[in-house]
């Protein structure tokens, strides 16, 4: 017996069955609910172990906090929202389990199986140290909608239920009759959200307000306090479908990746850039994302959606497929500088491509003793008379796609260099 489970079980049993409880209050104040971890703690425990060593034992600790996301979540969703969830997990049964295929990526997804609410995890999944676990339960909707059970939002409805308890009590025979005919607007609805091509991202009700806080963000580093906007520059829904012909499992996950990407931006934005280039970029302070094709991109900088202007709205463009949170994502936002250099009709390097020029100019003069130049560029190649160590001589900088390395890099064609020019020299090292 895994002692170390059993002991984190007695430590969290009050409180997961606190949210059990809780639970069954958001889910039309009903009985609570109960756990079922499938097929065995001890299995689960063992796989996520597995992957990740230091898990050991710890799988009710990381039950515990999902219940608690998960009723969170669900409290702030519509009243109609939780009876909904009460009608499709009759069994009031709360079931963890992994699953390769059908698990969240980073998170639980949500199902509705034989009367349970489901919670499904890649294995790897099954921990809340990654970006997204906190998410668990906003795909609630997407899987109501699977069973034919999508929720009606209209608020009367919620004030109108805690009427119903009195006349049950007097005339039980009546309460069925009246529970018959309330599938009627939820089945419009249905059809409704069916027809609507806008209902697809609805799993991503998403955290909408960590992104308010990075919009609120960018207001403040200019220092006009206004708010800033975001936009799709096609509709959500056909977004969400073109990210998920490229991966079934980013499926309704929009929103979710849209915040970690201004996370990044505002980052990015506040170490490489300067308010008045941001407030430049975006008149309308107005952020639009936009799916194009990697030769359409403007600078070849591999997995990574870039800024452009356009109009009085910054855009930051690239791949679907690369509409994610994974590999080199971190970089967003770090090219503001180009994007507005351009808008502006400028060429050459930009200011901070100056200045590493001259500290690497300074640098290569101090080490060999040699006089300094006004230019900067001048100084690291030519003051030696030998080529630029950067660019080995050749004036281009390093091709992003292939870091240098050559090979077969469709970018470069084997050259490891890019087309623009080298920043140490700025092209002017003898070739």
């Known amino acids: 017996m895994n002692e170390q489970l059993m002991e984190k079980k007695a430590e969290t049993e009050q409180r997961i069955d606190d949210a059990l409880t809780r639970l069954g209050e958001v889910a039309g104040k009903g009985q609570p609910f109960s756990l079922l971890l499938a097929p065995s703690d001890e299995e689960l425990d063992a796989a996520v172990t597995a992957e990740h060593a230091w898990a050991h034992g710890q799988l009710y600790s990381t039950v515990m906090q999902y219940l608690e996301q998960l009723v969170a979540n669900l409290s702030k969703m519509p009243k109609a929202v939780g009876r909904a969830v009460s009608e499709a997990a009759p069994q009031r049964v709360v079931r963890f389990s992994i699953d390769s295929f059908d698990g969240g990526i980073s998170t639980g997804q949500v199902y509705f199986n034989g009367g349970r609410l489901d919670l499904v995890f890649r294995v790897d999944a099954l921990k809340t140290n990654q970006a997204g676990w906190s998410d668990v339960g906003l795909d609630v909707r997407d899987a109501l909608a699977r069973i034919g059970k999508s929720p009606s939002d209209d608020e009367p409805e919620p004030e109108s239920a805690p009427a119903e308890p009195e006349s049950a009590l007097a005339e039980p025979e009546s309460a069925p009759a009246e529970s018959e005919s309330a599938p009627v607007e939820p089945e419009a609805a249905r059809e409704e959200a069916v027809s609507a091509p806008e209902a697809a991202p609805a799993p991503s009700d998403g955290p909408t307000e960590a992104i308010d806080k990075h919009l609120a963000a960018l207001g403040e580093f200019i220092g006009d306090g206004v708010k800033w906007r975001y936009a799709w520059a096609t509709d959500a829904a056909t977004m969400d479908a073109e990210v998920t012909s490229h991966s079934s499992d980013l499926k309704g996950t929009l929103l979710n990746t849209l915040e970690a990407f201004l996370g990044h931006i505002v980052d990015n934005v506040r170490s490489h850039s300067t308010p008045e280039d941001l407030a430049f970029a975006a008149p309308s302070r107005t952020l639009v994302f936009e799916f194009v094709d ?107 796609g292939c870091h240098g390395k050559g090979g077969r890099c469709n970018y470069c064609q084997g050259s490891g260099r890019s087309k623009a020019k080298c920043p140490s020299c700025r092209g002017a090292s003898p070739r």
């Open 294 to 400: 990697i030769d359409d991109c403007p600078r070849q900088y591999l997995g990574v959606f870039q800024a452009v202007i356009k109009g009085e709205q910054l855009y930051f463009v690239g791949p679907a497929m690369d509409f994610n949170t994974w590999g080199s994502r971190g970089r967003l936002g770090r090219d503001l500088e180009k994007a507005v250099q351009a808008a502006r009709g400028e060429s050459g390097p930009t200011e901070s491509e100056r200045r590493l020029a001259e500290s690497l100019a300074a640098i290569a003069g101090s080490s060999s003793g040699g006089g300094s130049n006004d230019d900067g560029a001048a100084a690291a190649s030519s003051h030696t008379g030998k080529p630029c160590r950067a660019c080995d001589g050749t004036g281009l900088g390093t091709c992003n």
